[in-house]
């Protein structure tokens, strides 16, 4: 990419017709100021010791951290940034022959209208040939979304195309159980907070045993973020998560697909 990147493409319309949906808000926004790219890490289904989907995370154009990027989305190029976002991980994934889902995170608040937002990113996929069913987004930020309406529509009309849809960093802050009463996701991403130490505290145990309870009766699927150690995972293992994300089984690799440890595997089924 180059160090100036290039507006990104108008969705809301082509020429001669009539913006979809009503929405031409990203119209005559100034280009990104600043260049990124994307580091994938695996989500693991340790029943089949396959993986089972590949998050995109954002890095600095030479895999600086993702603080050294977010820092400087403002509210004048947050739709800028969540359009390159989803165009870069589709292209970088489409190159590196991601087998499986590829799961991008996006900020509600740059969806100005679902149906006419996501017209960029279905072009993207098209014209690199990635399928639209192995596509999953990532709700983020959701603490920062006022309207939970807003955020139903996007799960509808994502739906509808056919993504697959999930809440991160479930049960910290606003992301909790009050977003469930207006929408279900088809992914439920359990914060990392309730997973640290969850071996070691029967509190944790207790939670993440009624999610599982209420993941299957609603029906969603649960993926546990940020294990660590042996122990976390034999635990969510044992209380039913199978799909695991964490530095236990690979750490995200600066474009490219890191191989989950096959011995961290090993010992989870031992356990």
């Known amino acids: ?92 994934a489409h190159g590196l022959g991601i087998p499986a889902r590829l799961s991008i995170n996006f900020l509600p608040n740059a969806v100005y209208e679902p149906r006419a937002c996501i017209r960029a990113t279905i072009e993207a996929a098209n014209r690199v040939g990635f399928p639209l069913e ?25 739906r509808a195309i056919g993504f697959g849809t999930a809440i991160d960093d479930f049960g910290a802050g606003y992301a909790g159980l009050n977003l469930l009463t207006h929408f279900q996701p088809d992914v439920l991403k359990i914060d990392m907070n309730l997973v640290r130490g969850i071996d070691q505290d029967r509190t944790r145990r207790l939670i993440v045993r009624n999610l599982v309870q209420l993941a299957g009766e609603l029906p969603c699927t649960l993926i546990a973020e940020g294990i660590e150690t042996p122990d976390e995972a034999r635990c969510l293992a044992d209380l039913g998560i199978t799909l695991h994300q964490g530095y236990a089984y690979a750490r995200p690799g600066f474009e490219s697909l890191p191989q989950p440890d096959m011995a961290m595997l090993e010992k989870v089924k031992a356990g």
């Open 1 to 92: 990419m180059s160090n100036t990147q290039a507006p990104a493409p108008s969705p809301c319309s082509r020429d001669g017709e009539t913006p979809v949906g009503g929405c031409n808000r990203c119209r005559g926004l100034a280009p990104l100021d600043f260049d990124f790219s994307m580091a994938f890490q695996p989500i693991v289904d340790v029943r089949s010791d396959v993986v089972w989907a590949w998050e995109a995370l954002v890095r600095g154009p030479q895999g600086e951290g993702a603080g050294s990027i977010l820092s400087r989305i403002t509210e004048d190029n947050r739709y800028q940034f969540d359009q390159h976002c989803r165009i870069r991980a589709i292209e970088l």
């Open 134 to 158: 192995r596509l999953q987004f990532e709700i983020t930020e959701v603490e920062e979304v006022r309207n939970d309406g807003h955020l139903r529509r996007i799960v509808e009309e994502y």
